[in-house]
């Protein structure tokens, strides 16, 4: 265990600090016997040489961890440091200690350091909604994410990014430099897509230009969104197809092994939901989903895929952070799976955008807006995937025919949907209301179709 260059007290200070921090997957602040030590070192002393920057790796309970510590004498001031108390590990008798990456000058010699020289900025600001991960982005023109609960092997966003700009995909930010050590990636600096608007902001400002001017077709309202929502299709669809040729296809075991799984994930996750009560509707649908007879090929995919994802520039769509969802396992994040899964976390959002808007208007309103609300969804989820299956040779990565087409789809809908219901009812149960509506449409046969 390398520990030497950790400054004495400091490994105390690491459990409570732990806890505190959002990117930490414990509910609770581990015990001090749950946290080891596993490496430290280091990187660079700055300032007058009395600021030193800390790497520090900690296993918690099997899981690894990856610390960036700044060290600054008693007594010295960091103005970056007011209303960041969760960020601040504490002190010894002549130094204490903090979140390294709130302080420009050690973020800016990290940026040196991960990027081998190359680069140097001369500002630098977090991106402050980030949970699982930190980024900071310099100048405006570079982006580092740190990493820090690391799989063992290389990070999913690095590794699909670097593939899928390797093949010459255009809509991944350009990867610049990637910090490896001891079997971890452990930063990631891409170019930084300045002037671009997250995906659910744009389809926000649209519901609410509809939801205030309220035409009664969507397609009248000054904001429509359909034609991003189309262009937006067409680019995943080339996403799977440069996919599929990095990391290959598999024809077969999704048929025996992944599709099953589903089946039996959706059959788990309805009976949860409704209770003991299982409805007629929701045994006629598994038994419509255990006749599908060709649910189609496997393929590397994004695995968390909806408009929070995805950034629209000038110069197009662009896809970000390929980690999938964070409340699954790793390894059922890296296993190949059908396109649908992607596909339809994109159909989902579109749900979540429109209700949550919705719930911002007033009680009164909610006949006149619902109406809209579900004429906004049907309009953009058939523009999405008007231009998916409209992309030239997708056809070889989905199932044969358009009944196992429509099953597959809707079994990853209503997978993704229970997920969902799970998520809120834990962290954001006034949020619940979408996922329940969402399997009660599924379930009664009422929501809008595949259309494809």
């Known amino acids: 265990m390398t520990t030497d260059k950790l400054p004495d007290g400091v490994s105390e200070m690491v459990p409570a600090y732990l806890g505190r921090q ?43 961890y990856q610390l960036l510590i700044a060290e600054r004498p008693n007594g ?62 310099f100048d405006d023109r570079l982006i580092m994410k740190v990493f820090r609960r690391l799989p063992e092997g290389p990070n999913p966003d690095v590794e699909v990014t670097e593939a899928l700009a390797a093949a010459g995909f255009a809509h991944v930010a350009s990867p610049v430099s990637t910090w490896r050590r001891d079997g971890h990636d452990l930063a990631f600096v891409q170019r930084y897509l300045a002037g671009g608007t997250e995906g659910w902001a744009l389809a926000l400002t649209s519901l609410r230009d509809l939801y205030a001017s309220g035409p009664d077709d969507p397609a009248e309202a000054g904001g429509d969104f359909a034609a991003e929502a189309e262009r937006l299709g067409v680019m995943t669809a080339e996403m799977h197809l440069v996919m599929a040729d990095a990391f290959g296809v598999d024809g077969t075991g ?44 496997a393929i ?72 809209l609300a579900e004429a906004w969804e049907v309009r953009n989820r058939e523009a999405f995937l008007s231009g998916y299956m409209g992309t030239p040779g997708i056809d070889t990565l989905l199932p044969v025919g358009s009944e196992n087409r429509a099953g597959v789809s809707l079994a990853f809908e209503l997978d993704k949907a229970l997920y969902e219901l799970t998520y809120e009812q834990a962290y954001r149960p006034d949020w619940a209301i979408i996922p ?8 009664s046969g009422s929501a809008p179709g595949f259309g494809g």
């Open 22 to 64: 959002r990117w930490y997957g414990g509910t609770d602040a581990p015990g001090p016997d749950q946290v080891s030590v596993t490496a430290a070192d280091e990187l660079a002393v700055s300032g007058e040489g009395d600021h030193r920057l800390l790497w520090v790796l900690v296993d918690v309970g099997g899981a690894d």
């Open 76 to 137: 010295e001031p960091a103005e970056f440091l007011h209303g960041h108390d969760a960020a601040v590990l504490g002190s010894t008798d002549r130094a204490y200690y903090y979140d390294a990456t709130l302080d420009s000058e050690l973020a800016r010699v990290l940026l040196d350091l991960v990027t081998d020289g190359v680069e140097q900025a001369e500002r630098v600001r977090p991106v402050t909604v980030e949970q699982s991960n930190t980024s900071l982005v």
């Open 254 to 297: 999704f048929r025996s092994v992944g599709w099953p799984r589903v089946i039996s994930s959706i059959e788990q996750g309805v009976r949860k939901a409704v209770g003991a009560a299982w409805p007629g509707s929701a045994a006629a649908l598994i038994e419509r989903l255990r006749a599908v007879d060709d649910p189609g090929p």
């Open 300 to 371: 590397r995919v994004h695995a968390d895929y909806h408009l929070g994802q995805v950034m629209r520039t000038d110069e197009g769509w662009y896809v970000l952070d390929f980690e999938g969802e964070p409340a699954r396992p790793l390894g059922e994040r890296l296993t190949p799976s059908s396109c649908f899964k992607d596909v339809t976390g994109m159909l989902r959002s579109f749900q979540y955008a429109a209700h949550f808007v919705l719930l911002e208007r007033e009680q009164h309103e909610f006949d006149r807006v619902g109406k």
């Open 436 to 443: 329940e509506t969402a399997i009660d449409r599924l379930l």
